[in-house]
């Protein structure tokens, strides 16, 4: 298995998997269940998410239209105004 994908979060790492299956490679995520051992400090390079040898060129161009996304997503959140109720309908 070769870490296609290091996640900040398992929200993220989960999205990036799920992508992954969609396009039929088989996917793991590697130190999911570790972040509930670290308490409430911030999880750093524990998530990786992880594809088989053969998968390897594949999955780089569904990890990066991911992670794509996923910039514009963060982007438009930080875009918002403080105020909700500001925001237009």
Not at 36 to 58: C, F, N, R, T
Not at 72 to 81: C, K, S, T, V, W
């Amino acid at each position: 298995m070769h870490t296609v994908y290091r996640a900040e979060n398992l929200f993220d790492a989960h999205l990036v998997k799920d992508a992954l299956e969609a396009g039929g490679i088989p996917a793991f995520i590697a130190g999911e269940y570790l972040t509930g051992g670290v308490g409430q400090l911030p999880a750093m390079d524990y998530i990786a998410v992880m594809v088989p040898a053969s998968s390897l060129a594949e999955a780089g161009g569904i990890v990066a239209e991911v992670e794509a996304r996923l910039v514009e997503a963060r982007q438009a959140i930080d875009d918002l105004p403080d105020d909700p109720l500001a925001a237009p309908c």
